[in-house]
């Protein structure tokens, strides 16, 4: 067993606790949810980037490649100043939902290198230009941009075009559990000599003023290059800087002052290193060289070309090895990363599918945050400070009393999306599990318990507002992460992960059925399900319009659940035969919800459309004829996700589940006849649960498979190209509404415009079909075959296929005969530059027709999946997590 399994088992097992120290610093914390205490809830105005510098926040801390301990006491970052920028660079610049003409936006140039599961080894690479930083172009310039122009980014602006800039490699290695070196190796790319200041700067998290710390922490100088960091709980950290830096103290405290032109109640102020470097102002630092914020100053020259190093150790109390070198360690820890990932890689053949999957890998795990929110303490304010306004008490998530965050969770995007989001993370947990199983599943469950999940079932969206509904994956990512960790586990399932995980999905079942279909006739509103942009209007208000809407999407998701849940019910059968009881449970609901797909409250109205046979939402208005909403989109796909093949094995043993399955099979025809048929056994005995029958999943794959509508070079779009010569408009109380096929950035204002499901292509939607695809060939057993792409001529089987759109995602990223990576467009730099081209930046969501990257930049969680697919790629046909490979013998037609 390599050394970094060995870790992983140490600290699942309590014995030493490996992941005490990790990346666990959010890249903004200005403009979130959590810090607003403004009056109207305008958080991006609340606290802004210009005052983050001065202001101590209250919920967390913020910095550039920083890391901290698992409760955020203590924390480590690195900030830079070339000479001539107006401040410091502490935090990443970008901005606003508001500035940005396709909302939020980071403007910097950093990606995630390296990272294994324990923080035992990490790496990453911070672009800091040369000349001053254009802060006023990148708002300026957005600003008159429209939403039908392209974000307006920092290598637009032309900083880079001379590489007058420095590559700053920032790497981290545990020598043990608390004896950490930190290295950041500065290269000067241009043609003359550069100046820079590195500044490894620690500080405590303020939370002092809550009253309930008996004892100030406090970090105080020791000697020319050592500092102790102090507190009553944790004791003693002691950091080592090689070299003779400037040691530079101030506290974490808000420069009330200059933010709000009152008086300081504290005389040492946390923008005081800041003020120090940019204008000599030393009236703020503490000249007793303690507090509890500080840095070690450190001025370099780097000649053209060359490169500098600055090194810090930190070490707790004892455990300091003093045998061993900062460089031994690095280059161990570096050695063993390798390892790790030589085997979690052996079946990836391709160099540039190894660089893209590890990079994809290290995101995963440099995603990870400390995320704190008392909601009800949020409301109410603390104690003599942030008195939030009256409103707020009946405002944003003020049913959500009962929410306590306090946790490191995967996030979507550590700047774009500082926040945990539901659907998000149950698509991360998949690539994770193949590196770190248990954290995969301490997530899942995470979300799950008490303090998390509402008292109703609901399941927490995200701060924005956690009422707010994404799509029930959570059952999916739950079954899928426990088949991943039996493979790799021998065969041997976490059956407390699975059973504690499936008895809270039972309450969030209970709340979709109670919440989203209040008529109790099996068809789900849903509304918003995270699909932002993909309707003609938002779809969680369509009570503006006095009307109710029928979803296909939602519903299907509901038939996916049913049957995720089903799966999770014969699986735990194995432990405990009780649960073949709550299988029938699931199937019932799987067949009634099918059902009523084709029947809505037995009026004959059908979300399944026969003219142009496709799935499409219906909406419902006081005295009129429901509307069928043609727009082809993905919500016309999702129904095929609702697929599950089971082999009869599982059924034995079972004769109440049996029982009530022949039941229905003889007492309920016209539902057994809507669903695949479970009569005639398929490949290896599986029977088959799916949605779609012969004819219509044929229909909905012609159509997915057609490049004039879905298919794209690089996946399978949201919406259909078709609309792009031929919109959808409906007529709304007096308002024209339309839905155009639009491949790139959003042209709608529609949830703030910053991300668009009307033609892009999104890893979550097209993993989620090219999963289902390999299920419906388990039990076709290879023998069935589907034209590819449509009007080809060309037929393949439906692994085949799945195969096939994998490698199109995959194509985003992986370099084309050109020497180019679609993802970076016609971005000559980040094509042909040996300093940015094998540099891999994980984005939101992807242009339809050139794969461009668009939206959120760094690591958006879901599209970690390329790290799966590229795994599956790479696995023999027909083999699947729970079963071996097998060959087919049966032929099946449609």
């Not at 790319?189 to 710390?213: L, Y």
């Not at 589940?657 to 479970?678: G, N, Q, T």
Request: glycine share 6%; with cysteine; charged share 30%.
């Amino acid at each position: 067993m390599n050394i970094e399994k060995i870790r992983l088992e140490e600290d699942r097992d309590r014995k030493k606790h490996w992941k005490k120290w990790g990346p666990y610093l959010t890249e903004r914390q200005w403009g979130t949810v959590r810090e607003d205490y403004s009056l109207d809830g305008s958080a991006w105005e609340n606290v802004t980037h210009e005052e983050a510098r001065s202001k101590a926040y209250r919920w967390g801390e913020e910095g550039i490649g920083g890391v901290c301990d698992y409760k955020q006491k203590l924390c480590i970052a690195w900030a830079f100043w070339n000479g001539k920028d107006p401040l410091i660079k502490e935090r990443l610049f970008g901005l606003t939902g508001n500035q940005g003409n396709h909302g939020e936006d980071v403007k910097e140039i950093y990606y995630y290198l390296d990272s294994t599961p324990t923080h035992s080894y990490m790496k990453m690479l911070y672009k800091y230009p040369q000349r001053e930083f254009p802060y006023s172009d990148l708002i300026d310039e957005n600003r008159r941009r429209t939403k039908a122009d392209k974000e307006y980014e920092l290598i637009d602006t032309g900083i880079f075009d001379d590489d007058a800039y420095f590559d700053i490699f920032l790497e981290y290695a545990k020598q043990d559990i608390e004896d950490l070196v930190g290295i950041a190796t500065i290269h000067n790319r241009g043609s003359e000599d550069a100046e820079i200041w590195v500044m490894p700067t620690m500080w405590f998290r303020k939370t002092w003023f809550t009253g309930h710390e008996p004892f100030m922490p406090k970090l105080y100088k020791t000697d020319e290059n050592n500092i102790t960091a102090f507190s009553p709980k944790s004791g003693n950290y002691f950091f080592n800087f090689e070299g003779t830096p400037e040691l530079k103290f101030c506290d974490n405290e808000t420069n009330r002052e200059k933010l709000y032109g009152i008086k300081n109640e504290k005389k040492f102020l946390k923008d005081a290193i800041n003020d120090y470097l940019i204008d000599g102002n030393d009236n703020h630092l503490n000249p007793d060289d303690f507090g509890t914020k500080a840095a070690a100053i450190y001025k370099l020259t780097i000649p053209a070309g060359g490169k500098e190093v600055v090194k810090f150790r930190m070490t707790h109390q004892s455990m300091t090895d003093e045998t061993v070198t900062a460089e031994e360690i690095m280059e161990n820890r570096h050695n063993e990363a390798d390892e790790f990932y030589l085997e979690i890689q052996k079946r990836v053949k391709d160099a540039d599918h190894l660089n893209i999957q590890r990079q994809a890998y290290a995101g995963m795990m440099w995603s990870k945050q400390f995320y704190y929110y008392n909601v009800e303490r949020w409301l109410e304010g603390d104690t003599g400070r942030y008195v939030p306004p009256v409103a707020r008490k009946k405002g944003r998530n003020n049913k959500w009393r009962h929410l306590q965050n306090y946790d490191i969770i995967s996030m979507p995007d550590k700047w774009e999306y500082p926040w945990y989001a539901a659907w998000d993370l149950a698509f991360h947990c998949i690539p994770i599990a193949r590196i770190d199983p248990d954290f995969a599943k301490n997530q899942l469950v995470l979300l799950l318990n008490e303090w998390y999940m509402h008292p109703n079932g609901q399941i927490p969206a995200y701060e924005w507002n956690f009422s707010d509904v994404n799509p029930p994956v959570h059952a999916y990512a739950v079954q899928r992460v426990y088949q991943i960790d039996k493979k790799m586990n021998g065969g041997k399932g976490d059956q407390e992960f699975l059973e504690r995980a499936f008895h809270k999905l039972m309450l969030n079942f209970t709340w979709w059925i109670n919440q989203k279909d209040n008529d109790g006739k099996n068809i789900f509103e849903g509304g918003f399900l995270g699909l932002d942009n993909i309707s003609v209007f938002d779809r969680s208000h369509a009570h503006k319009y006095s009307g109710k809407l029928e979803q296909a999407d939602a519903t299907s998701w509901m038939a996916m659940f049913s049957l995720n849940m089903l799966r999770i019910s014969l699986d735990l059968c194995a432990f405990n035969k009780v649960y073949q009881f709550t299988a029938t449970k699931f199937l019932e609901h799987f067949l009634y919800i099918a059902g009523a797909m084709s029947n809505i409250s037995g009026e004959n109205i059908s979300l399944w459309d026969d003219e142009d046979n496709f799935f499409y939402d219906v909406l419902h208005l006081p005295g009129k004829e429901p509307k069928v909403m043609k727009v082809k989109s993905i919500v016309g796909i999702i129904p095929l996700f609702a697929v599950e093949p089971i082999r009869e094995e599982m059924f034995e043993g079972l004769p109440e589940f049996r029982r009530r399955m022949d039941f229905f099979m003889r007492e309920k025809p016209k539902l057994a006849a809507l669903v695949s048929s479970w009569i005639q056994p398929g490949n290896e005995k599986r029977r088959l649960f799916s949605l779609l029958r012969g004819h219509r999943m044929k229909s909905i794959l012609q159509k997915m498979l057609n490049p004039q509508e879905f298919l794209s070079e690089f996946g399978i779009r949201s919406l259909s190209k078709a609309h792009e010569k031929h919109p959808y408009s409906m007529r709304m109380n007096g308002d024209v509404l339309t839905v155009r096929y639009t491949p790139g950035e959003s042209d709608s204002l529609m949830f703030g415009g910053n991300s668009n499901w009307r033609g892009p292509i999104w890893f979550p939607i097209n993993f989620l079909i090219i999963e289902s695809l390999k299920k419906f060939d388990f039990y076709y057993g290879g023998e069935f075959s589907i034209e590819y792409p449509t009007g080809s001529g060309n037929y393949l089987t439906m692994d085949l296929i799945a195969k096939e759109l994998s490698l199109r995602n995959m194509k985003i990223f992986m370099k084309n005969e050109h020497g180019y990576r679609p993802v970076y467009g016609n971005c000559k730099k980040m094509q042909e530059d040996p300093h940015f081209k094998d540099y891999i930046l994980f984005y939101e969501y992807f242009h339809g027709e050139d794969g461009r990257g668009l939206g959120a930049s760094h690591q958006t969680g879901w599209t970690g999946l390329v790290a799966e697919m590229i795994h599956k790629y790479y696995k023999e046909k027909g083999e699947e997590e729970d079963a071996p490979t097998t060959n087919a013998t049966t032929l099946f037609r449609i």
